[in-house]
């Protein structure tokens, strides 16, 4: 029985989805107490920032190790570590009660999410054949959606309820509890277990010098154009949403905590609805490119209409902008459609890191910057340190812009390339 044609390949893939679902709603969690933390342990908003930003510094500076590592010893077992990590990072900050143990949380939380999904990708890559690969890729972001969307309204009022250690702690267990059923679906069931392979006849090539490799990748003209693509659409949106978002619709438009969790559930609609449709119009368009390109403009625009309007559009349009946003980072499944597209099986787990490096790299930078703008702006209304504070994602978006652009399109070539397991 070969592994892409099996039954076991779904119970493989909902596992995995599930267990990304779940990580996801960590990363933003936090910002729903961002102000609750400044209050109750006097943490500044550049300590805010900062906390926000430690996790996906972690999370981005181990995209291309954790890719090195996968594509030489596979990605299961990094992929249960990671899941296992990013559980007891979780229970961590539940307990903590102070700004140090709280970032040392977030780092192993981030630490362990980075092992998620270029081994997510690579997971994919060996269970499913190309063909059914962009669009599980859009499934997969529409999973990671749901995972931002728990992190909204039903996070938001759980919290309301019964305070913020309870949610968080709850989180720490699921999280484990995950690691042990991917152990067992990934890597004790599949011993049992007897696999063809499609390449086992055929002659292994030598594996490549690691820093040959990385220096031939990272003078990809396409390399580079993932990286910038994921820069711009997912970093804005991520680092935003999971640091200021909450704050932002409380300081400037006085809403609750509620209201502001539901603004933001906006945008993750946007993002469920964008990962799967934005795959299925590229597979009828035949092209990445041109879909993706599009996609990065009317994010980039998105974000100026924040400057244009002070920093306070109106609520109706404000909405809309969410949504929009929300589209374009569920869109962001096609970067790693590019890279699949464009590599061979065997470099898919670093370039597939190093493209969502740039993602996280961005989101890293946003929050830490952003707080610096508002404590900048800290005795002026809200809305000015807001309004200059949009400058970043502005900027951040058109390098998104500039990523999209300098893709080559390939739709024929490596088709024959990553059929090969």
Same mark, same amino acid.
């Given at each position: 029985m070969e592994k892409q044609n099996s039954k076991y390949r779904w119970v493989v893939f909902v596992s995995v989805l599930l267990t990304y679902l779940l990580i996801v709603s960590q990363r933003t969690a936090p910002g729903l107490i961002s102000d609750q933390l400044m209050k109750d342990f006097n943490i500044t908003a550049s300590t805010?920032?900062?906390l926000a930003s430690i996790q996906f510094f972690a999370y981005a500076g181990l995209q291309i190790p954790v890719g090195i590592l996968s594509d030489r010893f596979g990605p299961n077992f990094f992929l249960v570590i990671g899941t296992l990590l990013a559980g007891i990072g979780t229970l961590i900050y539940s307990t903590a009660s102070h700004e140090a143990v709280f970032l040392f949380a977030r780092l192993l939380v981030g630490t362990g999410d980075a092992a998620i999904w270029v081994n997510l990708v690579l997971i994919l890559s060996q269970w499913f054949k190309v063909r059914e690969f962009v669009g599980l890729l859009g499934i997969a972001g529409m999973a990671g959606s749901f995972g931002f969307l728990l992190a909204t309204?039903?996070?938001?009022?759980?919290?309301?309820?019964?305070?913020? +250690?309870?949610?968080?702690?709850?989180?720490g267990i699921l999280l484990l509890l995950c690691s042990l059923l991917l152990y067992i679906v990934l890597i004790q069931k599949p011993k049992k277990m007897t696999w063809k392979s499609t390449a086992s006849n055929k002659p292994k090539k030598p594996r490549e010098n690691t820093l040959i490799l990385l220096r031939r990748i990272f003078t990809t003209r396409q390399a580079w154009a993932a990286f910038f693509c994921h820069f711009g659409a997912v970093g804005t949106y991520v680092g935003?949403?999971?640091?200021?978002?909450? %704050?932002?619709?409380? !300081?400037?438009?006085?809403?609750? +905590?509620? @209201?502001?969790?539901?603004?933001? =559930?906006?945008?993750?609609?946007?993002?469920?609805?964008?990962?799967?449709?934005?795959?299925w119009i590229s597979s009828r368009l035949d092209s990445i490119k041109r879909l993706y390109v599009v996609v990065h403009c009317i994010v980039a625009l998105s974000w100026v209409s924040f400057l244009i309007m002070n920093g306070k559009p109106p609520i109706l349009m404000l909405t809309i902008i969410f949504f929009i946003i929300g589209y374009g980072n569920g869109a962001s499944a096609l970067t790693f459609a590019i890279v699949r597209k464009s590599f061979d099986i065997k470099? $898919?787990?670093? $370039?597939?890191?190093?493209?969502? =490096?740039?993602?996280?790299?961005?989101?890293?930078?946003? %929050?830490?910057?952003?707080?610096?703008?508002? @404590?900048?702006? !800290?005795?002026? %209304?809200?809305? $000015?340190?807001? !309004?200059?504070?949009?400058?970043?994602?502005?900027?951040?978006?058109?390098?998104?812009?500039?990523g999209g652009l300098i893709i080559v399109e390939q739709r024929k070539k490596v088709v024959h390339q990553t059929q090969v397991n």
């Open positions: 805010i920032g900062l309204v039903p996070l938001s009022a759980w919290i309301t309820i019964s305070g913020w +250690r309870a949610p968080f702690f709850t989180s935003f949403i999971g640091s200021w978002a909450v %704050p932002y619709g409380m !300081h400037v438009y006085g809403l609750s +905590r509620s @209201d502001s969790s539901q603004l933001i =559930m906006i945008g993750l609609i946007g993002a469920i609805i964008g990962a799967p449709l934005t795959s470099e $898919v787990g670093v $370039v597939s890191g190093f493209a969502n =490096m740039g993602g996280f790299l961005s989101a890293v930078l946003l %929050p830490s910057i952003f707080g610096k703008v508002l @404590d900048h702006f !800290h005795a002026s %209304p809200s809305s $000015v340190g807001y !309004h200059y504070g949009f400058m970043i994602p502005v900027l951040f978006s058109l390098l998104g812009l500039f």
